[in-house]
């Protein structure tokens, strides 16, 4: 990074007159700055942030927040980790870092040289802080974002003079789908700008969608093309994802480009309108080979279409990332405890035939994993699985939704018209979550959708065969909320083919066992393990938030692990974590006995000892009180 080059900027002369401008007249003349800082400085003025300021009331996310948003976000980070690594290497040794920020500007991950990242820590660039203009004025992960394009923002750009020892280069992180999912940022010295870093930001950008790309619509109908032979296959191919009925689902930026899309028309627009031959095409399956062909604006383009594993069945949409599928994807979820392994065996059985699952359990049990695995091992696992939250639609829009609807339905809705959730899951697994939150108005619908298996798009248009295996959710007891009134009886019947109840954390066995392999999952290689006293806390806390309390906790838990350390403590697990275990700690429980009662007195003992007598420092390691410590230990923890 360090080039010698001078940096090809606006020089500070301009910089300060531009300031002047803004101050006084509310923005700056065209010419002065590049027109996108020149539209983020008048933003960040407009937030009211003062350029010599601090940055009062900028948010900053608890640990627990930030595993949260690592949860929310894990498909875009699992994609993100590899490519910042590489970015990394690129960047070693040159004062500067690699950031990932989420769509809201909050930061998931870093990657640095240590004293830079130290440096950059006190600005705030660092995990759960957030960079979004509103709070930080210009600067590269905020302004990439809100102009939804690739920029640099170097030293006095940054509209907050404290931010101006950094040089960042910033791009967009888009989906498929055409959703802006947050930013990828390279984030330096000033002295260290080089021009090509922008360059670097945005490959790795594009690294990141298609992988995105490739994980979401594995299985389906796809086109790749590219100006040269030997573009297709590479990051720089254009990709479009096409349903059954012809509907572009999916699209990279590069294919958006080539067609002269935005990325509002994804899902709005069938490829027949915008690419008639391409259409014509992929109406003749046939072997994946490269051909020439006019491309959509004219000028010849090289094409190669996938058109998916299952043909012939329907080529439909994979919403979710697509995990690789052990041999038996239900094997995998069985770490010991008989409750939930006789729901893994009966599952087994009726995997592949048209019974309804209806999986029922705690909310965090792992439903929706479990619904993933029955589809993985069954013999649609290269169709979609595609999981419908029935809770969080609103009730006027649940039909269109699951439904879809045909162009100009109803007002508001998109001109072209939606193929809806239900067709999406063609030739797949459907997964209808939260199934017990469905308004009783809806269910005599869907119940006949179910029974006729096809469904009419909303608005007329002819009806569609529907073909998938249905799997229902519901952390709700549905047989009471049906002699309630509140769900329909002939619906539960045909939803019911088989009842599985997932048995909450608290009442699992296996508890080590799941630790042992989640600790493995989240940090390979590393043989990690927790400390003494968490273990008992762990196995002796209730665990409401069941399985995801568990895995967001001991993700954050490895997120904190300083490099080389492999021993998970007290210090490691997020705050209110922390508090809810200490509270319900064995080593706080009156009611303990014999083996168990000697065993924590011992360990207190040895942490008294380690601490030299130190009691509160005894008390903090062990997660209790000094009250309790004393109390438990009588007369040997000295006052
Ligand atoms: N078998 C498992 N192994 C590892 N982690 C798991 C497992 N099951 C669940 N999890 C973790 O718990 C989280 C929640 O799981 P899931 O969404 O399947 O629960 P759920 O029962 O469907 O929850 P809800 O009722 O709130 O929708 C997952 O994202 C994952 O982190």
Redesign the pocket.
């Known amino acids: 990074m360090h080039s010698g080059t001078p940096p090809a900027r606006t020089t500070s002369v301009a910089l300060r007159q531009a300031r002047r401008q803004l101050l006084d007249q509310g923005d700056v003349a065209a010419g002065l700055l590049d027109e996108r800082l020149a539209r983020s400085w008048s933003r960040s003025l407009d937030f009211g942030l003062q350029a010599s300021g601090r940055t009062p009331g900028a948010p900053h996310a608890s640990t627990a927040q930030l595993a949260r948003a690592l949860?929310q976000q894990r498909e875009l980070v699992a994609h993100a980790r590899p490519v910042m690594e590489f970015v990394f290497e690129q960047t070693r040794d040159s004062d500067c870092m690699v950031v990932l920020a989420d769509s809201g500007g909050m930061l998931l991950h870093t990657l640095g040289d240590a004293e830079f990242l130290d440096r950059a820590s006190r600005v705030a660039l660092r995990p759960g802080a957030t960079w979004h203009e509103q709070y930080r004025g210009t600067n590269a992960i905020g302004t990439a974002m809100a102009e939804q394009a690739p920029v640099v923002v170097h030293a006095s750009e940054h509209y907050l003079e404290r931010n101006s020892f950094l040089t960042c280069a910033a791009a967009p992180i888009h989906d498929p789908a055409g959703r802006l999912l947050g930013a990828l940022d390279i984030s330096g010295d000033h002295r260290g700008y080089h021009p090509h870093t922008l360059g670097l930001a945005r490959s790795a950008a594009r690294m990141i969608e298609h992988k995105l790309f490739e994980t979401r619509h594995a299985g389906q109908l796809r086109l790749r093309f590219h100006s040269q032979m030997e573009g297709i296959g590479t990051v720089t191919e254009c990709q479009l994802a096409v349903s059954p009925e012809g509907w572009v689902l999916g699209a990279n930026t590069a294919a958006l480009q080539w067609l002269g899309l935005g990325r509002d028309s994804i899902g709005r627009v069938q490829l027949e309108a915008v690419w008639p031959l391409a259409h014509a095409l992929v109406q003749q399956p046939g072997p994946a080979a490269v051909r020439p062909l006019l491309g959509p604006r004219g000028g010849q383009v090289w094409l190669r279409v996938d058109f998916g594993r299952s043909r012939p069945a329907p080529l439909p949409r994979a919403l979710e990332v697509a995990e690789p599928a052990p041999a038996d994807a239900l094997s995998a979820?069985d770490t010991g405890d008989a409750t939930y392994r006789a729901a893994l065996d009966k599952a087994r059985r009726v995997v592949g035939k048209p019974i309804a699952l209806l999986l029922q359990?705690e909310?965090?049990?792992?439903?929706?994993?479990f619904a993933r695995a029955v589809h993985a091992a069954g013999p649609r696992r290269d169709g979609p699985f595609v999981a419908v939250n029935c809770a969080a639609l609103p009730e006027t829009l649940i039909e269109a939704e699951l439904f879809g609807y045909s162009p100009g339905a109803f007002t508001g809705a998109r001109r072209e018209g939606s193929p809806g959730r239900l067709r999406e899951a063609q030739g797949g697994t459907l997964l209808l979550?939260e199934v017990g939150d469905m308004p009783m108005a809806f269910q005599a619908r869907l119940l006949r959708v179910l029974q006729e298996r096809q469904v009419q798009p909303l608005g007329g248009g002819k009806a569609v065969a529907l073909d998938f295996n249905l799997v229902c959710?519901t952390?709700r007891q549905l047989r009471e909320e049906m002699q309630a009134g509140r769900f329909r009886e002939d619906l539960y019947y045909r939803i019911n083919g088989l009842t599985l109840l997932l048995p909450p954390l608290r009442e699992r066995s296996d508890q080590s066992a799941l630790i042992g392999r989640?600790l493995g999952t989240l940090a390979p290689g590393q043989a990690l393990q927790l400390a003494p006293e968490l273990v008992t806390a762990f196995l002796h806390f209730n665990w409401p938030g069941n399985?995801?309390q568990l895995?967001n906790g001991l993700r954050t838990a490895c997120a904190l692990l300083d490099e080389g350390e492999t021993m998970i403590d007290w210090q490691h697990l997020p705050d209110d974590l922390a508090q809810d275990l200490r509270q319900t700690s064995v080593l706080a429980d009156p009611g303990l006995d014999g083996p168990l009662r000697a065993q924590s007195v011992r360990t207190m003992e040895r942490v008294l000892q380690q601490c030299n007598g130190n009691v509160s420092e005894a008390a903090r390691q062990l997660g209790v009180s000094r009250n309790t410590l004393y109390r438990k230990l009588g007369g040997s923890a000295g006052r």
Do not use: C, I
């Open positions: 949860e979820l359990g909310s965090g049990v792992g439903k929706e994993v979550d959710a952390h989640l399985l995801r895995a």
